[in-house]
């Protein structure tokens, strides 16, 4: 499986202010996603990174909250923006595409997580 | 539209015997596949194990296996030899159209 990297692990920020997460993965992949898991809840998927056009969202997140940008297959940046306190969670970057050929699903590899708190 | 249901929050097993994680799951895609993964309080998610709708035998993986049964919509993650490192979050989840689908999980709590 691949190794996915992400920066920065944790991070305590302010109201208002904005935090970019990075993930690098080490081996190129067709897709990449950002899930978002809240304390105590389970994981739900933000959006897919798309490599060189605008990410998919899912319903209830928009680009101007949380922009996400893919500039080649093997990295992908979310940036939470405005942030309150709500957005206190963990943030997930996730890979796939790396078992072709299997049918009915492909396996998904996570990053770390980058825990991010906001006062 | 698909959804995954374990109905564990939490679960006690002791240190070398076998536990049972529930998990049903509902779609009306023909192809999908089913995922485990275990959440430690790291907060990393490791995958476990894979099962594939089509699959006529159930995955397994080292201490790991998957009781799959596709009329029933279930597939349920057996642990065998129960280790103190098994306490974690275990979620169950459901691949489709690449997206997944993940459960509310259940928390393992492995003792001495």
């Known amino acids: 499986s691949a190794v996915i990297s992400q920066k920065p692990s944790r991070d305590i920020c302010q109201r208002g202010t904005s935090l970019t997460i990075q993930c690098q993965v080490d081996?190129?992949?067709?897709?990449m996603f950002w899930y978002r898991q809240q304390p105590g809840q389970s994981l739900t998927l933000i959006a897919t990174?798309?490599?060189?056009?605008?990410?998919?969202?899912e319903s209830g997140f928009v680009i101007d909250k949380f922009p996400i940008s893919r500039p080649n297959l093997t990295f992908s940046t979310l940036t939470v923006s405005n942030m309150s306190p709500e957005d206190s969670s963990i943030y997930l970057c996730?890979?796939?595409?790396?078992?072709?050929?299997?049918?009915?699903?492909?396996?998904?590899?996570f990053g770390p997580g980058t825990r991010l708190t906001v006062l | 539209a698909q959804k995954i249901t374990q109905t564990q929050p939490g679960m006690f097993v002791q240190e070398k015997e076998a536990v049972t994680l529930d998990c049903t799951y509902d779609?009306?895609?023909?192809?999908?596949?089913l995922f485990w993964y275990k959440q430690p309080s790291s907060g990393e998610m490791i995958f476990l194990i894979y099962q594939g709708s089509y699959d006529q035998q159930n995955a397994t993986e080292g201490r790991y296996s998957l009781n799959f049964q596709k009329a029933r919509k279930s597939a349920n993650l057996v642990i065998s030899a129960s280790q103190l490192g098994d306490s974690a979050m275990y979620f169950c989840?459901?691949?489709?159209?690449?997206?997944?689908?993940f459960g509310s999980g259940t928390r393992l709590l492995v003792r001495p």
């Open positions: 990174a798309n490599q060189g056009s605008e990410a998919t969202y």
């Open positions: 989840a459901m691949d489709s159209s690449y997206k997944l689908i």
């Open positions: 996730s890979v796939g595409g790396t078992s072709s050929g299997r049918a009915g699903g492909d396996t998904q590899y």
């Open positions: 779609t009306s895609d023909p192809s999908y596949g």
């Open positions: 081996s190129q992949v067709t897709m």
